[in-house]
T-cell receptor, first 111, second 111 residues
Framework: QKEVEQNSGPLSVPEGAIASLNCTYS??????FFWYRQYSGKSPELIMF????GDKEDGRFTAQLNKASQYVSLLIRDSQPSDSATYLCAVSGGGADGLTFGKGTHLIIQP | DAMVIQNPRYQVTQFGKPVTLSCSQT?????MYWYQQKSSQAPKLLFHYYDKDFNNEADTPDNFQSRRPNTSFCFLDIRSPGLGDAAMYLCATSRPPNEQFFGPGTRLTVL
């Protein structure tokens, strides 16, 4: 059974600092990796996706993938109070497969 | 704007009374998904359609059915809702290579 593990938090980070979110997954056949942001009562919003080992940067966000260690991370630079949300890590076997989500990390940015 | 639309946003039903949730998309994506998200839990894939091909997850209860009459619309039918089916139901579509975009969700309450 595919599993995605995340620390549920809460993770508290001062405004302007770097927030680091981590995720591990069990299925070595996973091909695609995603980070979603979910505000309370809202649906998940896609922030980043990554398919290859290494780093991928998009604005203040950097996703990191290490397939050998089965580890995915998300860095948020210059954290803002509006970044306070639950961050869901999701993995997929590729193609049109559905996503397997972790339970999410609750991030709090302290002004 | 191209988007994923879900109706209704809030649905209240009685125990055992059938209910249908609707999803439509203007993105013209081939694949549509239904996820169930209970409070403080990860979204869980129920099933998905690749064009007209239906793909059911092994652990999705028989109580849940789906229809996709055309590319734009997909429906989730819950034949006999139980108290345990109260959740947010999320519809998503994907574009290659499997970036998934979620609608706003329908929150289902079962009385």
């Amino acid at each position: 059974q595919k599993e995605v593990e995340q620390n549920s938090g809460p993770l508290s980070v001062p405004e302007g600092a770097i927030a680091s979110l981590n995720c591990t997954y069990s299925d070595r056949g996973s091909q695609s990796f995603f980070w979603y942001r979910q505000y309370s009562g809202k649906s998940p919003e896609l922030i980043m996706f990554i398919y290859s080992n290494g780093d991928k940067e998009d604005g203040r966000f950097t996703a990191q993938l290490n397939k050998a260690s089965q580890y995915v991370s998300l860095l948020i630079r210059d954290s803002q109070p509006s970044d306070s949300a639950t961050y869901l890590c999701a993995v997929s076997g590729g193609g049109a497969d559905g996503l397997t989500f972790g339970k999410g990390t609750h991030l709090i940015i302290q002004p | 704007d191209a988007m994923v639309i879900q109706n209704p946003r809030y649905q209240v039903t009685q125990f055992g009374k059938p209910v249908t949730l609707s999803c439509s998309q203007t993105l013209n994506h081939n694949v549509m998904y239904w996820y169930q998200q209970k409070s403080s839990q990860a979204p869980k894939l129920l099933f998905h359609y690749y064009d007209k091909d239906f793909n059911n997850e092994a652990d999705t209860p028989d109580n849940f059915q789906s229809r996709r009459p055309n590319t734009s619309f997909c429906f989730l039918d819950i034949r006999s809702p139980g108290l345990g089916d109260a959740a947010m139901y999320l519809c998503a579509t994907s574009r290659p290579p499997n970036e998934q975009f979620f609608g706003p969700g329908t929150r289902l309450t079962v009385l």
